[in-house]
């Protein structure tokens, strides 16, 4: 069996957001970026299932310019077998964009699991795995928390809801996405980063997939939240009782 995992490279997510002053967007040069934190996941449960023999090759894809490789070589150096760069110069592409792209490289590797994270923490549209599902009409479970492989390989999904837990059985192909408590995600070796150094990157121009890649949304504008208002101190018990029956807006 084979797995398609895809990544995204995103600030990191300790680094503080700045806005760019014309609000257009926000400030992505010179700050640290790194992998997806939700498609470490991803790739750690690929690694997983490799090491229980359950999957056989794991291809780490990724979409974006030439400094995505990056994020490539840290899936690698997890444990991923090869990689895809499908290069553009416009890193602001729609979850439905993406969702072709993934598509035309399904259809010439022909995975039997394609896994992402959940959702990015650069835009947060959570889209791209239900979209890639629906035009790989192949079944999908999203948020998922614990994978078990059957006999039949199929798959039985356990995802959070609202109400608790759900499990739901996946026939191959299909399409998962991960949430935070699936697992957590290894550190790369030293001599598996080196080794990630060699492993093999094919290279895509993203014109030669034939996808039309023309944006339907425009962004208008990119603001910071509002600052948190400071909290007040009460000196007793009864005082406090009195402001959250009657100032309850100042908290």
Known sequence: MKALICVKRVIDYNVKIRVKTDKSGVETENVKMSMNPFDEIAVEEAVRMKEKGEIQEIVILSIGTDKSQETIRSGLAMGGDRGILVKTDNEQLEPLTVGKIIKAIYDNEKPDLVILGKQAIDDDCNQTGQI??????????????????????????????DGGLETIKLNTPCVITTDLRLNEPRYASLPNIM???????????????????????????????????????????????????NEANVL
């Open 132 to 161: 890639v599902a629906t035009l790989l009409d192949v079944p999908q479970a999203t948020f998922a928390s614990e994978l078990k492989k059957n006999n039949d390989n199929s798959y039985n999904v356990t995802r959070e809801v």
């Open 195 to 245: 080794k990630a150094k060699q492993k093999k990157i094919d290279i895509l121009e993203i014109r030669s997939l034939n996808i039309d890649i023309k944006n339907r949304l425009e962004i208008l504008e990119i603001n910071e939240p509002p600052e948190r208002k400071p909290g007040i101190k009460v000196e007793d018990v009864d005082s406090l009782v009195e402001k959250l029956k």
